[in-house]
């Protein structure tokens, strides 16, 4: 990367996934001239540490991007519809880590490990994929490109830190309530703006965002919608169920595969996968090894294991895919794409 610095902005700087930036900016050493720290009104005024220096968090309006030329957004949609066009009017390149602009067909939908090249198609906006689609993508990437693709069935066990800070607060108020006998009712879980909430810890939520008029909820039409778009296959079949656990952070899926391809062995798939770029190979039943989301915590990669053929059909494999959802999930994809923006001389 060259010693040339840039100067970045950091939308939602004092939330979960704006603090992930911040660390995973400083840990890559990203060339950094000049750093803006943004939020909403309510958070403006922290002081946030970075590199030894003392930053104080500015409200974010339309003029705080004047001379930007990197702008990581992690606000909520709603900011990100609101201010990303002016970053651009103004010249900044935007990584938006919200739902707004995903689908949109003149933005690029990037995960750097498969479709880096997108990002020359960018016209300012750029989006960062849903967490738990980022993931599995990554780990299938490599499998379409060399056996070809065409059926994606996937579970979800996502962490609790992937609603946000109060979703974090509300499992551990939960659990130690409970474990007292104490009453505790839900207020976050599984949407905060829908009508019933429910308790996650010690428990299960098959909900996560809301329910769509054809059953599925949100979060598995984000998955579905967006691994098509990522991969550039519209006709490829993707079903999802995505389920909350009381896990703090670490998102688990067990994804059902069908390969274009009949012959493909287990130890091909495993060969494949580690030797990819952003996976890790855990497995080894023998030995009991296989990836979990405590193990995978501040961690910027995707673990992969538990791969095997499918009993009833030659092109089936199966496989669990484990990664930290504020890493490669928002915070650390967010930055490798800077980080390709800089490399592919972009800004």
């Keep these: ?13 004092t939330g979960a ?21 943004l939020s909403s009104e309510r958070s403006a005024g922290t002081k946030i540490t970075f590199r030894n220096e003392e930053y104080i968090v500015q409200a974010a309006t339309p003029n705080s991007f004047e001379g930007v030329q990197i702008a990581l957004f992690s606000a909520g949609g709603s900011v990100s519809k609101q201010l990303a066009p002016e970053a651009v009017k103004r010249g900044a390149i935007v990584v938006d880590n919200t739902s707004a602009y995903r689908m949109d067909e003149n933005v690029p939908l990037v995960v750097p490990e498969v479709n880096e090249e997108e990002l020359r198609n960018h016209n300012g906006i750029i989006a960062n994929p849903n967490c738990s689609t980022i993931q599995m993508v990554v780990a299938l990437e490599p499998l379409r490109k060399q056996y070809g693709l065409n059926k994606v069935i996937v579970s979800t066990y996502q962490a609790v830190s992937g609603a946000g800070a109060a979703a974090i607060n509300e499992l551990k108020q939960q659990a130690q309530a409970i474990l007292n006998g104490e009453e505790y009712t839900p207020e976050i879980l599984p949407v905060k703006g829908d009508e019933k909430h429910y308790q996650i810890a010690f428990n299960a939520i098959p909900q996560i965002d809301k329910f769509q008029d054809n059953g599925f909820t949100f979060e ?7 691994t098509k778009k990522i991969m550039s296959m519209p006709k490829l079949q993707v079903a999802a169920t995505c389920v909350r656990l009381p896990v703090e952070t670490g998102h688990s899926e067990s ?44 961690k910027n990669d995707v673990f992969v294991g538990r791969i095997r053929k499918d009993l009833d059909r030659e092109n089936g494999f ?22 390709s923006l800089v490399k592919l001389q972009l800004v």
């Design 17 to 37: 996934v704006g603090q992930q930036m911040l660390q995973t900016l400083e840990k890559r050493n990203f060339p950094i001239s000049k750093l803006t720290l």
């Design 318 to 339: 199966h496989m669990w895919i484990v990664s930290d959802n504020l890493l490669k999930g928002a915070a650390w994809n967010s930055v490798q794409i800077a980080e």
């Design 220 to 226: 598995e039409m984000k998955m579905i919608n967006e």
């Design 255 to 298: 994804v059902y595969v069908e390969l274009d391809q009949n012959d493909v062995s287990v130890d091909q798939v495993k060969e494949l996968l580690r030797d990819s770029d952003g996976v890790t190979l855990q497995d080894d039943p023998s030995q009991q090894i296989y990836p979990m989301p405590a193990h995978c915590v501040g």
């Design 1 to 13: 990367m060259e010693a040339k610095g840039y100067h970045v902005a950091v939308v939602g700087a």
